[in-house]
């Protein structure tokens, strides 16, 4: 799969977020990256086989205050190749890259990553 094709998927993992937290997503850019660099691995203490799928950097919608302006955008960051290597083949990359677009949005509201994980499950139940 090339950049283009899972830009597409990205679209697309953004395009089913419900419309009511869609519209309250604020001041966030999503960018891809082939991978997470060496000082993001370093930070989030990846070793090895480990991988990352998305990071969020910024400032969430629940620690803004009256003072929150004149800000760079909150960088979400969709990392391509770990997607890629871990899918088995395109639907589960879709797949992941929607789960990792959701989980990356949900941090940008405030959620701390186990509040991401319990909002997945409760997610994922609704789904099937």
Known sequence: ???DQFE????????????????????VGIVIE??????QRKK????GGMSLFGLYEGIPRTR???GYNGVLPDKITIFMEPILEAARDEEDAKELVR?????????????????????EK???KKRK
């Open 44 to 47: 989030f203490r990846l070793r």
């Open 99 to 119: 789960d990792t677009v959701w989980h990356e949005i949900a941090h940008h509201f405030g959620l701390s990553e186990r509040g991401v994980r319990e909002a």
């Open 122 to 124: 409760k997610r994922l």
């Open 8 to 27: 597409e998927l990205v679209k697309d993992g953004v395009a089913e977020i419900p419309e009511r937290f869609l519209c309250l997503i604020d001041n």
């Open 1 to 3: 799969m090339n950049k």
């Open 64 to 66: 803004r205050d009256n």
């Open 34 to 39: 082939k991978r997470p660099t060496i000082e």
